[in-house]
């Protein structure tokens, strides 16, 4: 959630970390700072924006050649300058992502100590100092320190006596340093090496390494020396900027057919009628004597999830689907079924509810593959196999081309699985050959429909609530639909199953509300009709987002124009993408970064 950035070389420091820390305020933070070394410390924190500590740079610029920089997102204390990064105890400055769950014990401990934070961070920092004496080399007191905390950290400290090291250490928060010439770059985030770097080494858990400018020690929480393993970056420069889109939320939903593209190339054939994941690590035998698939995630990726399931269970008859919410599923008594897979599935690839499901799935001997975007991460390197999705980085908060490749990627999984039970699946190659043809859809919907959507959106912009309603495979694509309104917007908005109006939600519909409905031209579409019915009786203000051509008693209609059956909810997914991003735009909020969220969930 929070992004570290750290530099050692030959290069002024401040400008190196201040770029690193605007690259990654689509994380979410609150406050930023950064100190750096040489003649002596200069540490300069901001609330707000990294644009305010910008100015404290202007006016105490430094030619200093070492630093670390820090953007929050408040856990422990409010968000203010006092309780931004980096923190200071001694000698020592340290910059830290994640918690710290005892440190109110070790505070207590450090009776002697002042501490100007309300933050777990600040105790850390004390820690470290205290373990710091002449006769001990920072990596040492660092290593002791962490020996002594419960809890996540991701870490980059830095020290006056000795300020041509930053030594940075990981649990559960992801680090990655880039080799660069002459210089060392660190970040939480490889967008912040980009441009400086394409090979980096990617931190594990409990592992701990000490950075100069030439070199990268790389040690256990034991002091036992590792052999560093190098790779390369495969993101570029302009995957991270906006290329004349007023947001990245927009550019990222007018990339799907790009995207959605190099998820499906060179798995899906739609000539042989044959998909294939080469990543999964598992034979014909082994997919082919699968009974259960269960599906973990969080937010999006959830919703993913669900819609996904409708398909792999409509491809599999003899294959149960369960889908669930890493934050209850990690800390319910589950029983997994013999013959099950399980699919661990992250944009960023370290979620830590997800992350910690996959290691108690894999405790209990199922196999786990991972559906994640971010190559290098944890989840990535932790599964027994999978899938990267390929949608390239996701810069904008609200997540919209990974939702669509995560579940592309998990139809041809299903398509996969049910090619393995059996050679006579007639569903098959309608799968396929949709799958094929939906980057063209999703492209011909975004080179029509913007403008409709945004005078559309303008109509409703003015709504504080509204409900997102869905029937079928429609269901888990209005959750999507009401997750990004909400999350862009800040709408009070509802996502259900439309045939659950009756059983309660029915008595809000008034004039304070709008209704966005998704309606398929399939079996269920009669009954999707009645629901509607039900709220214009009752002075609903509904939008219909339809594929039929049926003539359609709505307040507002969006015909979508696309030739596909079983696929449609991409499609349509992309009309309310369109939908949200307008209204928010109407509303005047900061789109790519919302209030109070982060990108990435590394801390429950």
Known sequence: MCGIVGYVGHRQAQEVLLDGLHRLEYRGYDSAGIVTLGKGPTLLRASGKVAELGEKVAQHGTADTVGIGHTRWATHGEPNETNAHPHQSGDIYLVHNGIIENYKELKAEMKEQHFASETDSEVLAALVHSLYDESTPLESAVGQALKLVEGTYGIAVVSVREPEKIVVAR???PLIIGIGNGETIIASDASALLGHTDEAIYLNDGELAVCTADTVDLQNMSAQKLSPKVEKIEASMAAIQKQGYDHFLLKEIMEQPETLQSTLKGRVSP?????????????????AGVEHVLIVACGTASYAGMLAAYYIERLNDKVTVQVEIASEFRYRTFHLPKKSVALIVSQSGETADTLACLREIKKRGVRTLGVVNAVGSTIAREVDGGVYVHAGPEISVASTKAFTSQVAAMVVFGIQLAQAKSTDNKAIPKYIKELWQLPAEIKKVLSVMPPQIEEIAKRYAHYDNSFYLGRDVMYPTALEGALKLKET????????AAGELKHGSLALVDDRFFEVMLIRDDELLDKSLSNLAEINARGGHVIVITNSDRDIDAETVIQVPTKLTLMTPLVMNVVQQLLAYYIAV?????????????????VE
């Open 271 to 287: 000539r042989e009628h044959k998909a294939h994941l080469g990543g999964l690590n598992m034979t014909e035998k082994q997919l």
């Open 586 to 602: 109407a509303r005047g909020t900061d789109v790519d970064h919302p209030r109070n969220l982060a990108k990435s969930v590394t």
């Open 171 to 173: 649990k559960g928060s």
């Open 489 to 496: 917007s800040y709408v009070h908005t509802e996502g259900q």
